[in-house]
């Protein structure tokens, strides 16, 4: 397993390098599913970079409390720094996610909410499939699971637009971060597969950017992850 990368040098820059490359639509593909999360009472987020959504999160829910996992010891003073007016109701670790373990059960706390933005793209399709298995067990029967990420859809827009933007922020990131993970991950496929269902999903900038809620049992008729119109390459 690789070393994780290393985003201390961007923490102070992360939201800036966000706007001047994709305005706010990072932002808006974060926040997309932010009202349907009122009633969950304790959070798993997963590298959050600086840590803007996760007080976003406190604010708009005052019952939730966080765990937030970093690699990264910057960004996680950034992320307590903005959500000091809610310290009380989060948890920060410093860890590689990939290793990190909750308590075992019975011990455990029970997550009705994961949050993976913009993440499991650092990771391996073998990586999320390990994370995936991990928390588990630590999930409650509703918990829902809040991904965005970068997607490459089929035809001639992924192609010739949104392969070559994703493989040029993976050599960025190589080179800032040394990040070593060149693909995204099939990560529908890994969430299927471990009982989740894709219960919603928004696209912007013609599928480049994905948000998605997952859910053992979601409210409303599912979205087979099948007909996603992307693949993880």
Known sequence: MNRPPNFDRLAGL????????????????????????????????????????????LRANPNLHVDA??????????????AA???????THL????????????????YDLVVTHFFL???TTAEVQA??????????????????????RRGWYGRLVARPVVQGLYLAFGWLTG????????????LHASGLILHKRRTWLGGLLVSELWSENPPQPAVNP????FYAN
């Open 69 to 82: 996992v970093d690699a990264s010891p910057a960004m996680l003073r950034s992320l307590a720094r903005r």
């Open 226 to 229: 099948t007909a996603a119109p």
């Open 121 to 123: 793209d650092c990771l």
């Open 14 to 57: 992360y939201r800036w390098m966000e706007m001047a490359s994709f305005g706010p639509f990072l932002w808006w593909c974060r926040c997309a599913f932010l009202s349907d999360l009122g009633a969950c009472r304790r959070a798993l987020i997963l590298g959050d970079g600086d840590g803007r959504f996760t007080a976003r999160l």
């Open 179 to 190: 990040l070593t993970v060149r693909a995204l991950p099939d990560h529908p496929s890994v």
């Open 131 to 152: 994370l995936a298995a991990s928390l588990r067990p630590t999930l409650s029967p509703a918990a829902l699971w809040l991904v965005s990420e970068f997607a490459i």
């Open 95 to 110: 860890a590689d996610a990939r290793h990190w373990q909750p308590p075992a059960p019975p011990a455990a706390p029970i």
């Open 85 to 91: 007016p809610h310290a009380g109701r989060v948890r």
